[in-house]
């Protein structure tokens, strides 16, 4: 069976090649293997991140290729073609972690009662949440609906959420201001969404302020979901509020720009993305924390029962989806050469903030 791979070289993932393979059929696969076909992936900036961060969060270890070449790691739904396991049914769909491929062969380990665990021996020492399958329609996490807005939104929505919570425990860190960079990534857009809701929920006085670039302005604005919302080249207009930044853009000169201008007002750095990993690289002169929601959600996994968490997260689905009915289009790429002309675009920024991109081959 072909079996087709988008890879790039990671220490210049700007450029890639669709690797065509054979894929063992059915009755070669190994005791516990499953063979899947990915049907369908979501691709936004945070999959470019994986590769901008490739080595130091050794997202190049999911699906090892070799020195030169790697794979970007994608959210996926992946039916099952052929399993050699007791426990996983052929025909059952799976939500995960895979690679940017046709197909992946997966080694079932723990089977739990909503999915299973990765069991290959060189994921083992890679974040558990990575490793974990979900059989869909399995899964009290989530609102049962439209497939496609869960699986561009999952894994943006599961971090906003995460770092709502994060804010919130820690009283904003005493800002009267939330900055959030790069205010148009859908991540920030969905922190903002359960920001704005506590705030008429619980009656908190925080302001949310957006930083965007000037030709996603007009977009952000029209969101309605930021008290206020300033271009990069606005940065001296900030109010001058103790001001927490969740940091979304990853670009050093504009933190420090921000940092100069709020002085002692600064509470807080939350370093979360970096999609302006284009820019020249600058020493960060104001002390920030990365925020990496699989190590966060952990944490909180020692406070929160499974269920806990999971009706936590159902309503925030709940909160955000009835937002956002209007303001993202799903766009469908189909087939390698539709993929391959489509990958340059997300990474240099040109795809538009409302566009949620899904991808099949
Ligand atoms: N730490 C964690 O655990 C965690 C978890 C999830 C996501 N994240 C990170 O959050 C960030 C946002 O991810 P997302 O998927 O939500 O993004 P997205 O929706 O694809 O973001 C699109 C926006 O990002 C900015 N942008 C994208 N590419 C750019 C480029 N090449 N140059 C300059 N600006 C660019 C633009 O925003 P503006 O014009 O508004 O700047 C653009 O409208 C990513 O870095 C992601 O890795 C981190």
New binding site residues.
Partial sequence: MSHHTYQVKKKQFGVSRIVETDIPEADQLQEGEVLFSIERFSF???N??YAAVGYQVRYWEFFPVDDEWGVIPVWAFAKVEASASEHIRVGDVYYGYFPMSSHFISKVGTIKPHGFSEGHEHRQTLSPIYNFYTLTGNDPSIPRGNTDIQLVFR??LT?SFLLDHFLSDHQYFDAQQIIL????????IALATFLKHRKTQEGISVRILGL??Q??EAF?KRLGIYDEVLTYDEISSVPMQASTIVD???NAHLLNQVGDHLGTQLRKLSQ???????EKPEELKIEGEF????AYIQMKFKEWTMEHYSQLLHSAWNVFLEQSEDWFDLQHIRGKEDIHSFYPKM???L?Q?KDAYILSF
Avoid at 181 to 187: D, G, L, M
Avoid at 291 to 294: E, L, Y
Wanted: zero cysteines; hydrophobic letters at 40%; a positive charge.
């Fill in positions: 936004t900036s945070n470019i991140t894994p943006l971090t960079t790069s205010a148009s990534s859908k991540t920030a965007t670039s030709k996603n952000v979304f853009a990853g979360v993305g970096m999609v302006q990993w284009q925020f990496f929601a699989p990474l240099n920024g795809a903030p």
